[in-house]
């Protein structure tokens, strides 16, 4: 198969990228290792029609992300905003009730989600492609510069997957970093690669849903933190004449995880939202935990320790063109402006197809 474009990184980045060469004319292939398209976003579905709750990012903020806004806006996708009416919930020590806060707060700038969930974006961005230009279930490991200036992908045990006059790298960095290349990249580019870390690629988010409510019965937002855990943050993940439900992001580190494992997390985590929002929150209909420090398409071992803060993304400006030109890196570490959030993620790939 040979295109003008290989997309390597089914993500939003990689995704929007494909959409916007589409519509150019350009012929491309997205491929992606994953069964399914989206990469950190990942919503699931619940038990009543058209219901998604988010495993991965979940909110945006249109006063302060106007790619996202339009985009949302241009794909006819409804937003709805952030529950956040009702009382927060601080949880301080273990033996202590968690202290309630009847003023609550409401975020600034306004945080919205998507009806279907994160996926729906992605899912509308796909719908604009024909389906032969996407291969999931598709890992590139290499990337050979041939003799008449084509890049080969191959996968593992050396399949030949696209033959391409341009790739373009939709991925973190660090998943860069661990492909074969020839020849081979600079060295202080690799380096920058590895020492990117992936936003959010250390988290783990769990997900109760239910039958009802109760927490808003009780005139709770559904929003705590706690210094005790193993949920450090949680928030309302209801959908609007849909399903409730409780989301949070797991305060244990990624080691910590792991040697608990999945069973006990859960468990540990039912036990801390029964603490917080009473005996109702140990039945949910559903229950969902996605460590992404799991995520071999995702994580590295480097981002089992998660940055400090919000990195300074964006790709030193020190950097020449790489393959003389034909390889390109999207994928949201690489956006200067917003990097790690979605916004970034369609921001790099605007910039990676100006090439075009």
Known sequence: MRTACAIVGGGLSGIYAAALLHHRGVDCRLLEARERLGGRIASVSGASPGTRFDLGPAWFWPDMQPRLRQLVSELGLAAFEQQTAGAVL??????????????????????????????????????????????????????????????????????????????????????????????????????WCRNTPTWMAGQAKCLAVYATPFWIANGLSGTASSFVGPMMEIHDASVPQGQPALFGFMGLSAAARQALGEAALKEAALA????????????????????????PETSTQADWEPPMGHPAYGIPSSFGPLCSGRLILAGTETAAGQGGYLEGA???AEAAVLRF
Request: charged share 20%.
């Open 90 to 191: 601080v949880e301080r020590f273990k033996l202590e009730a968690p202290q309630r806060y009847e003023r609550g707060f409401n975020t600034e700038p306004r945080s919205m989600r998507l009806r279907g969930g994160m996926q729906a974006l992605v899912d509308a961005l796909a719908s604009r492609l024909p389906p032969e230009r996407i291969r999931c279930n598709t890992q590139v490991t290499a990337i050979r510069e041939t003799q008449d200036g084509v890049l080969e992908l191959t996968g593992p045990a050396g399949r030949i997957l696209a033959l391409a006059e341009h790739v373009i790298l939709a991925l973190p960095p660090r998943l860069v970093s661990q492909m074969a290349f020839a020849p081979p990249l600079p060295e202080p580019f690799v380096q």
């Open 272 to 295: 801390q939202l029964a603490r917080l929002f009473g005996p109702e929150a140990l039945s949910p209909e559903s229950l969902h935990l996605l460590d992404w420090a799991q995520q």
């Open 346 to 348: 369609l921001e790099a």
